[in-house]
Nanobody, 127 residues
């Protein structure tokens, strides 16, 4: 069983920045595709970003491309989501997810491709 724990959420004004972190308990973290998803009240969970096992490839939802950056530190079993130029519509619970290495090529934006999920961290952007 893999445990994922997100941190770094909070309240920020529009235009501000936040960095989310996700810590993994997996001994094979460096083989996993890691993703960030979010869910706003009354909405479906949606893809935000994904990163390949070695960090060389990334993928972003169109709504966050150019504003958010996903990265990872395999030595520390951590994945990050740097969020800049935040907008009120970015308000949501943000979830970290882990999937097999092949997830990145087979559909990193699909929640069904991921095996493990964190509990989520709330991000609120005020206008």
């Amino acid at each position: 069983q893999v445990h994922l724990g997100e941190s770094g959420g909070g309240l920020v004004q529009a235009g501000g920045s936040l960095t989310l972190s996700c810590a993994s308990s997996s001994s094979t973290f460096d083989l996993a595709t890691m993703g960030w998803f979010r869910q706003a009240p009354g909405k479906e969970r949606e893809f935000v970003a994904a990163i390949s096992w070695n960090g060389r490839r990334t993928d972003y939802a169109g709504s966050v491309k150019g504003r958010f950056t996903i990265s990872r530190d395999n030595a520390k079993n951590l994945v990050y989501l740097l969020m800049d130029s935040l907008k009120p519509e970015d308000t949501a619970v943000y979830y970290c997810a882990a999937g097999p290495g092949g997830t990145f090529n087979s559909g990193s934006s699909s929640a069904q491709k991921y095996d493990y999920w964190g509990q989520g961290t709330q991000v609120t952007v005020s206008s």
